[in-house]
């Protein structure tokens, strides 16, 4: 089915897993997700970019998502991840996307809490979910850098507020990932996200840099509460690596699939692997 971030977190939450969330960079990933998530028999989330889904077209993920939720019997939820631009956001929640991430963690404690509260408020008209972000996460999102000296943890008691003045369904905290890090492994602070965990009270966190995170670290930061896990770099770096491979092997004529196709292979392997990490079967 075709459902919300709020439902397949609330099912994360009772099996103690995190559900993953996978950046689609173009209208051929997407299917090759959702099918290796049917066969793992667990949920997924797509993830989109404001530019991914500007470049693919709102309603074509909208159609293709909702078609191979139903074709695979799996649940298939559709995220806007690190929208700024209100306007945006309406396109997607208008277009039928079912779920939204505001990011307003550059802007100060307050102007989070009434960006993100509008946010909700129009989201839910359209039925869709909406996840905010409280700290800052380090690295490159999109074009857009984050320096080392910039990102802040989030803060345990700012948490608790925020979650209760903007009536959010997962809030992705800051405890030392970093996005684009795939070269080398984040260092996790985890007594941050435990502090953060027991304040909340069982509220669904969301790791974002999530290639970066070992998978001797995913179990634990999974049993402090993460129950959403983005993974990006992962699928770009795989995808242009066996892209480029192909495009140097095949002659110019060859027909396009044929350069697509191990692209896509190199991306249900990356989905596979962190699908069986994320279950936390122990």
Not at 21 to 44: G, R, W
């Amino acid at each position: 089915m075709y459902v919300t971030l709020r439902e397949v977190l609330a099912e994360a939450t009772k099996l103690n897993m995190a559900v993953g969330a996978f950046n689609t960079h173009n209208l051929e990933m997407l299917p090759a997700i959702i099918k290796v998530a049917a066969e793992q028999k667990t949920p997924v989330i797509i993830q989109t970019s404001e530019g991914t889904a500007s470049y693919v077209g709102h309603h074509n993920l909208v159609a293709v998502c909702r078609s191979m939720a139903d074709e695979y019997g799996v649940n298939v939820v559709l995220h806007l991840d690190h929208a700024k631009d209100f306007d945006e956001i309406r396109k997607a929640v208008d277009a039928g996307y079912s779920s939204i991430m505001f990011d307003g963690s550059a802007l100060p404690f307050k102007e989070n809490i009434l960006g993100t509260k509008r946010v909700v408020d129009y989201a839910k008209r359209g039925g869709a979910s909406v996840e905010g972000e409280l700290g800052t996460v380090g690295g490159t999102e999109d074009g857009v850098a984050v320096a080392q000296e910039d990102v802040r943890y989030t803060d345990p008691d700012q948490a608790v507020e925020f979650i209760r003045e903007t009536g959010i369904d997962a809030l992705a905290v800051a405890i030392g990932t970093n996005h684009g890090q795939y070269k080398s492994k984040t260092n996790i602070s985890f007594e941050q996200l435990e502090k953060i965990r027991d304040a909340v009270k069982g509220f669904p966190l969301v790791i974002h840099g999530g290639t970066g995170v070992s998978d001797e670290d995913v179990k634990r930061v999974i049993d402090l509460g993460i129950r959403k896990f983005n993974v990006g770099t992962d699928l770009l770096v795989n995808w242009n690596l066996a892209s480029r491979h192909a495009y140097g092997e095949h002659k110019e004529n060859t027909s396009a699939r044929n350069n697509v196709l191990p692209a896509l292979d190199a991306v249900a392997e990356v989905v596979e692997h962190r699908i069986k990490l994320f279950k936390n079967l122990g």
